[in-house]
C-alpha cells in the first residue's frame, strides 16, 4: 500500500454541485494532515490543514478519519475557479518527520 | 516581499551536462526543500535543509547536490544530466518544520535530451 494514496480523477462536476474525494495514508501515527491545490503548470499552494475535529472554510470542509486512515475533503457550491489539482500530504513522521508526504493529486473539473 | 524565487524557469541540457537550479527566498524561513514533480506522481523529495549549513537527503537524492551557505539561498546541482531527471523542479520553504506552510517557487521545467 501506498504511504498516501488518492484517486486521479478527474471528477467532472457541474457547477454548483457538491464534490467529495478522499485520501487514504498508511502510516497510522500521523498527527497532521494538508490540502494543497494545483493549477495547471503553477506551484501548489495551500488550501487547508485537517486537525482531528475537522476543519472548515467557507465551502470547503475537510475531514479525518482516523479508524479507516483517510481526509476527505468536500466543496460545496463549487466554482468554475476551483477547476484544479487537490493534493494530499502528511508528515513522513518518526526520524523523518522533516519530511512531507505528497500524494499524485485528485484533478477536479468544474463545467458550466 | 518576493517570496520563493526559482531560477531559470525553462532549461533544455544535453546529456552529461551540469548545472545549478537556483531557489531563494525572503522570509527568513528555516526549512527549505527541493521537490521533483512528474506525470502521475506526487511531489518527491530530493534534499532539504532546516537551517544554513545543514542539509540532509530526501527521497530521490541520487544525482543531485545542495548547499545552505545563507539562510535565503537553497541551490540545487545536477552533476551530469540524465534524460530521466527530465522533470518539474519546485523549491519550497516554511518558518520552521514541514508541517507548517509550505511555500513554493514557480518552478523549473527542464528538459535533458
Known amino acids: 500500500r501506498k504511504e498516501v494514496e488518492q484517486d486521479p480523477g478527474p471528477f467532472n462536476v457541474p457547477e454548483g454541485a457538491t464534490v467529495a474525494f478522499n485520501c487514504t495514508y498508511s502510516?497510522?501515527?500521523?498527527?497532521?494532515f494538508f490540502w494543497y491545490r494545483q493549477d495547471c503548470r503553477k506551484e501548489p499552494k495551500l488550501l487547508m490543514s485537517?486537525?482531528?475535529?475537522?476543519n472548515e472554510d467557507g465551502r470547503f470542509t475537510a475531514q479525518l478519519n482516523r479508524a479507516s486512515q483517510y481526509i476527505s475533503l468536500l466543496i460545496r457550491d463549487s466554482k468554475l475557479s476551483d477547476s484544479a489539482t487537490y493534493l494530499c500530504?502528511?508528515?513522513?513522521?518518526?526520524?523523518?518527520?522533516?519530511?512531507?508526504?505528497w500524494g499524485a493529486g485528485t484533478k477536479l473539473i468544474i463545467k458550466p | 516581499n518576493a517570496g520563493v524565487t526559482q531560477t531559470p524557469k525553462f532549461q533544455v541540457l544535453k546529456t552529461g551536462q551540469s548545472m545549478t537550479l537556483q531557489c531563494a527566498q525572503d522570509?527568513?524561513?528555516?526549512?527549505m526543500s527541493w521537490y521533483r514533480q512528474d506525470p502521475g506522481m506526487g511531489l518527491r523529495l530530493i534534499h532539504y535543509?532546516?537551517?544554513?549549513?545543514?542539509?540532509d537527503q530526501g527521497e530521490v537524492p541520487n544525482g543531485y547536490n545542495v548547499s545552505r551557505s545563507t539562510t535565503e539561498d537553497f541551490p540545487l546541482r545536477l552533476l551530469s544530466a540524465a534524460p530521466s531527471q527530465t522533470s518539474v523542479y519546485f523549491c519550497?520553504?516554511?518558518?520552521?518544520?514541514?508541517?507548517?506552510?509550505?511555500?513554493f517557487g514557480p518552478g523549473t521545467r527542464l528538459l535533458v535530451l
Open positions: 522570509m527568513n524561513h528555516e526549512y
Open positions: 535543509s532546516v537551517g544554513a549549513g545543514i542539509t
Open positions: 519550497a520553504s516554511s518558518y520552521s518544520l514541514p508541517g507548517e506552510t509550505q511555500y
Open positions: 500530504v502528511i508528515p513522513r513522521g518518526g526520524d523523518s518527520n522533516y519530511q512531507l508526504i
Open positions: 502510516n497510522s501515527a500521523s498527527q497532521s
Open positions: 485537517v486537525y482531528s475535529s475537522g
